[in-house]
């Protein structure tokens, strides 16, 4: 869809901080994290709300979160996730994505109040993902014995 952002980023004419990219889909960092490190992971095709996922490609969509979500704390020391989606209320992108927030015991967040944060620079987004996509490709060759 030409005004969707998240297509754009699929597209690579909207610039993102790439994570990992899969058959099912794209992970990169939210530019608004709720804590660094926040990976927001999305299908390809322009598909606003879970519902609209075509139930055969739930298998893949998900198993791609899954990675995403093994990843980002062994990627960056956190002690687990938390992984959430928001259909319609809440959903500042209408394309359907997954945020997988990493998570540590006493990090602050309580309940559905979502403090967010800003990256210093460019630089440390960048160090960020390319260690979460780092972790991801291990996990990913471990599990299929290829590179994705």
Known sequence: MADCVFCGIVAGSVPAFLVASDPAGLAFLDVRPVFKGHVLVIPRPHIVTLPDLPPSDLPEYF???????????????????????????SQSVPHLHT???????????????????????????????AAVGKEYTRLSVAETGRRE
């Open 63 to 89: 198993g791609f979160v899954r990675r995403i979500a093994t990843a980002v704390p062994a990627a960056l020391g956190a002690q687990g996730t938390f992984v959430a989606m928001n259909n319609v209320v």
């Open 99 to 129: 945020h997988v927030v990493p998570r540590t015991r006493g990090d602050g967040l309580k309940g559905f109040f979502w403090p967010r944060r800003k990256y210093a620079d460019d630089d440390e987004a960048t160090g960020i993902a």
